[in-house]
């Protein structure tokens, strides 16, 4: 079962503009990451933010938590091509080391 | 040091034989998770690994589906008598402790 629904599920748009996505997810966790998946092969970290923080930064990329609302987003700035992939977000199931995946977000960029 | 090796890259097999999927997890790493994807799906969790033991099992669709991780390290998914609906991408990865997840580039099985 996926724990996390990604919003939208699918995005595209123009190189230089924002990206921003959406995670919503059901149970208390500790901490969530976002991942990168191209070509349907191996997922790439890019962020973990945990439980008692409210935003954070990573290069272009910018998440935020909002626990109450047991959701997060994901904005990455001035977008390029290079950015086409998949997104996903992932959190502990409940605490435990269990990670869930939600149901991505394909994002294409436009040269 | 090496990253997160899944072999094989591509397994095509006949409904109802048995295949074993292999996972080389980072050197050290503690933690090691299998799960399954479909075309345009997220991965679907199936069981991680704290050390030698199953930590949780509970993603496995059915007892067609095991897996083991004898020393702690390399792990084995075993699928017996397939079935076309388990057709998918086998992904692992490997992780410190528990948290960022450090995948392989899986395997992409194809039960026909």
């Known amino acids: 079962s996926q724990q996390g629904e990604e919003d939208p599920q699918a995005l595209s748009i123009q190189e230089g503009e924002n990206a921003t996505m959406n995670c919503s997810y059901k149970t208390s966790i500790n901490n969530l990451q976002w991942y990168r998946q191209n070509s349907g092969r191996g997922l790439v970290h890019l962020i973990l933010i945990r439980s008692n923080e409210r935003e954070k930064h990573s290069g272009r990329l910018r998440v935020t938590l909002d626990t109450s609302k047991k959701s997060s987003s994901l904005l990455i700035t001035a977008s390029r091509a290079a950015d086409t992939a998949s997104y996903f977000c992932?959190?502990?199931?409940?605490?435990?080391?269990?990670?869930?995946f939600g149901t991505g977000t394909r994002l294409k960029v436009l040269a | 040091g090496a990253g997160v090796s899944q072999t094989p890259s591509n397994k095509v097999t006949e409904k109802g034989k048995y295949v074993e999927l292999r996972c080389d997890p980072i050197?050290?790493?503690?933690?090691l998770y299998w799960y399954r994807q479909s075309l345009g799906q997220g991965p679907e969790f199936l069981i991680y690994?704290?050390?030698?033991?199953?930590?949780?099992d509970s993603g496995l669709p059915n007892d067609r589906f095991f897996a083991v991780r004898p020393e702690g390290s390399v792990s084995t998914l075993k699928i017996q008598r397939t079935e076309r609906g388990d057709s998918a991408v086998y992904l692992c990865?490997?992780?410190?402790?528990?948290?960022?997840?450090?995948f392989g580039n899986g395997t992409r099985l194809t039960v026909t």
């Open positions: 050197s050290g790493h503690t933690a």
């Open positions: 690994f704290q050390g030698t033991g199953a930590a949780d």
């Open positions: 990865a490997s992780s410190l402790k528990g948290h960022t997840l450090h």
């Open positions: 992932a959190t502990d199931f409940a605490g435990t080391y269990k990670y869930i």
